[in-house]
C-alpha cells in the first residue's frame, strides 16, 4: 500500500512542478481546454454537466454526512472516523494547495460558473478521495462483495467527474490529473493509519502466497 501512495503522491508533485517551469504542459493544457470547448460532441459536454455535480460541495457533505451518521448509529465508530478524516482532510490540502499555487483557471467559454484557483482540481480530489473511501467502507462491512468491483466503480467516477471538469471548461487537464492523485493518495494514507478490513486482508493473503 505506501508503494502506491508513494506513487500518487511523486505523481502530483510533478505535475506541480510541471505546470510550473513547463511551457510545453502548459501549452498541451490549452490546447485541450481549446479542443474541450470548441469541438467536444454533445452528449459528451451533456454527460459533463451531469457528472460534474457528483463532487459538488453540498453533495459531498450531504453524502458524506450520511454515511457517517449511519456508521455511527450502527457503532462503526472507526469507519465513521476514516470517512470523516478522508472527508476533512482532503477540502484542507486540496484548498491549501490552491492557494500556494494560485493558478488561473481556463480562458474559454465555461458551461458553468466556477471561482477560486484551479490547481488541483477540488472536485477531483473530491471524488478520487471520497468514492474510495466509501468502496473501502462498503468492502469492509460487506465482505461478500467483490472489492475489485467495489474499487473499480469508485475509481471510474472519480475519472469521469475529473473529465467532466475539463469539458465544461473550468479546469486544466493537469488540475484534474493532479486532484485524482491527491485524492486517491489520501484515501489510501488514511485507509493505512485506520487500518481498514480489507487492505489488511489484502496484505495478509499476500504475505501468506509468498511464504
Not at 18 to 29: I, K, N, T, Y
Not at 109 to 134: D, N
Not at 159 to 165: G, K, L, P, Q
Amino acid at each position: 500500500m505506501l508503494p502506491l501512495i508513494a506513487a500518487a503522491l511523486l505523481f502530483f508533485a510533478t505535475l506541480t512542478t510541471l505546470v510550473e517551469l513547463s511551457p510545453r504542459v502548459r501549452a498541451w493544457d490549452e490546447s485541450i481546454a481549446q479542443w474541450a470547448a470548441d469541438d467536444a460532441s454533445p452528449w459528451a459536454t451533456d454527460l459533463a454537466r451531469w457528472a460534474t455535480h457528483l463532487a459538488d460541495t453540498n453533495v459531498y457533505v450531504a453524502l458524506t454526512t450520511v454515511v457517517i451518521v449511519a456508521l455511527l448509529v450502527a457503532r462503526r465508530s472507526r469507519l465513521a472516523g476514516f470517512v470523516a478524516s478522508v472527508a476533512i482532510g482532503q477540502w484542507i490540502l486540496s484548498n491549501s494547495i490552491k492557494h500556494l499555487v494560485g493558478r488561473g483557471r481556463p480562458q474559454v467559454y465555461r458551461l458553468i460558473a466556477a471561482a477560486g484557483s484551479s490547481f488541483p482540481s477540488g472536485h477531483a480530489t473530491a471524488a478520487a478521495s471520497l468514492y474510495l473511501a466509501l468502496a473501502l467502507v462498503a468492502a469492509a462491512l460487506w465482505p461478500r462483495l467483490s472489492q475489485v468491483a467495489l474499487i473499480a466503480a469508485a475509481i471510474a467516477i472519480a475519472i469521469v467527474v475529473a473529465a467532466s471538469r475539463v469539458l465544461v471548461g473550468v479546469h486544466w487537464t493537469t488540475d484534474v490529473l493532479a486532484g485524482l492523485a491527491l485524492g486517491w493518495a489520501w484515501c489510501l494514507l488514511l485507509a493505512w493509519v485506520f487500518r481498514m478490513p480489507v487492505l489488511i486482508t489484502a496484505s495478509t493473503e499476500t504475505a501468506m502466497v509468498q511464504k
